[in-house]
């Protein structure tokens, strides 16, 4: 089983905005990956001539991954995806940092500006997912969702019609779960290609559908796919409804809206 997943760079996306899907490289545990601007063994390319041929390594490890920084002059920042603002820095010639983030981004200085690439774990544990000392091998949980994500969030509110009443069928298109999920603080510059980005992490690394089949069913399919595993399988109750903003929080009063 992987430890990590790493969306190569380059002209593919995984969006649905856009088109092609991306390149990925599946790391498990003990797997390493250089990257740089391409040499022998160098697995991530990094196509900038301010980026040393090798210029760092991830390794996976356990349900974490390592970055080494085999620069001597220029440290990496790793981001928070899911953070606000959140990052690290891997100071110039630092050796196998942990990191510890989801959803991130390994950024270096470039002569274009920035260069980087993705790295999604997704297989972190929580508690509750450890055996009882002494009985083996931990236990890694099929469906390892962290209910503090902004991924999570998408989630709710696309089960959001289902949890409150079983028998709608309907499910809330791209551009209404973004209008739902707007009045958090955390959500306030959400997009629909933020969306998108979050229903392909979801049904690609973390509940792991189909991927040959969600493409040729399309993305109404998959959202409903997405849904009916989530739903069936509890990992979205309706507990979880108090993670979304009160119905209503974020439409004008009606003397507001005649000002």
Known sequence: METIIVQLPGPSHWDADEPGSPELIHLGPGDVADFGRGGTGVRIVLADPGISRRAG???????????????RSVSYVVENLEGAGEYLTVAPGRLGAPV????????????????????FAPQHA????QTVPGGGEQTVHPFA?????????VLVALCEPRLRDPSDSALPGVGQIVDRLRPLESCRDLTRSAVNYHIDYLAFAKLRLDVGEETA????AKRARLA??????????????GLLPRRGAGRLAPQEAGA
């Not at 390794?59 to 920084?69: F, I, M, Q």
């Not at 510890?100 to 790295?119: D, I, N």
């Not at 929580?126 to 997912?129: A, M, Q």
């Not at 009916?228 to 409804?241: K, M, P, Q």
């Open 100 to 119: 510890p983030f989801e959803f991130s981004r390994v950024v270096l200085p470039a002569l274009s500006g920035t260069a980087g690439f993705k790295v």
């Open 126 to 129: 929580y508690l509750g997912e």
């Open 57 to 71: 390594q991830l390794e996976a490890a356990g349900d974490y991954w390592r970055l080494s920084n085999f620069s």
């Open 145 to 153: 969702l962290d209910p503090t994500s902004k991924y999570f969030l």
């Open 217 to 220: 069913t399309g993305a109404g």
């Open 228 to 241: 009916s595993v989530a739903l069936r399988f509890g990992l979205v109750r309706e507990e979880h409804l």
